[in-house]
Nanobody, 121 residues
Framework: QVQLVESGGGLVQAGESLTLSCAAS????????MAWYRQAPGKQRELVAT???????NYADSVKGRFTISRNNAKNTVNLQMNSLKPEDTAVYYC???????????????WGQGTQVTVSS
């Protein structure tokens, strides 16, 4: 079994910054793609940013130029640096990872429990 634990959420004012962190632990051979999603009240969960094992990245248009995703393969962690935060960034942010648990297992996708980010105007 694999666990993803997020940290770093909180309440900030518009224009400020936050960094979210997510650590994967448990039965892990290696971690493939990692991603951050978010879900605002009354809305569907949406993809924010992805990063491959080779550190290729993709971002939602709404966060391009403001958010930066990064990872540490040795520690199985992924971060999301969020700058110039806006009230519309308010949401619960979830970490997602594609994990290979053994040489005989397939891809398994895991979610963290979520961390609240609230941006006041």
């Amino acid at each position: 079994q694999v666990q993803l634990v997020e940290s770093g959420g909180g309440l900030v004012q518009a224009g400020e910054s936050l960094t979210l962190s997510c650590a994967a632990s448990g039965r892990i051979l290696w971690v493939n793609d990692m991603a951050w999603y978010r879900q605002a009240p009354g809305k569907q969960r949406e993809l924010v940013a992805t990063i491959t094992r080779g550190s290729s990245t993709n971002y939602a248009d709404s966060v391009k130029g403001r958010f930066t995703i990064s990872r540490n393969n040795a520690k199985n962690t992924v971060n999301l640096q969020m700058n110039s935060l806006k009230p519309e960034d308010t949401a619960v942010y979830y970490c997602n990872a594609d994990v290979r648990e053994s040489v005989t297992s397939g891809h398994q996708f895991y979610w963290g429990q979520g961390t609240q980010v609230t941006v006041s105007s």
